[in-house]
């Protein structure tokens, strides 16, 4: 399974995050709740600043 991870910027507490870019689920700010990912399928829908690439596999 190839995927990366990002860093994701919350765009209302401007928390930083790791999120996979296929995710399975639902990921959450963990401080403030906000959505940052929803699963499609396939890539995840991602709401927020990616900032950096953290790992390419």
């Given at each position: 399974m190839?995927?990366?991870?990002?860093?994701?910027?919350?765009?209302?507490?401007?928390?930083?995050?790791t999120v996979f870019s296929k995710a399975a689920s639902e990921v959450n700010c963990v401080v403030c709740g906000h959505r940052?990912?929803?699963?499609?399928?396939?890539?995840?829908?991602?709401?927020?600043d990616v900032t950096e690439t953290v790992a390419s596999r």
């Open positions: 190839a995927g990366n991870f990002y860093t994701v910027q919350c765009p209302d507490c401007e928390n930083e995050q940052l990912a929803s699963p499609t399928g396939g890539k995840a829908e991602i709401d927020g």
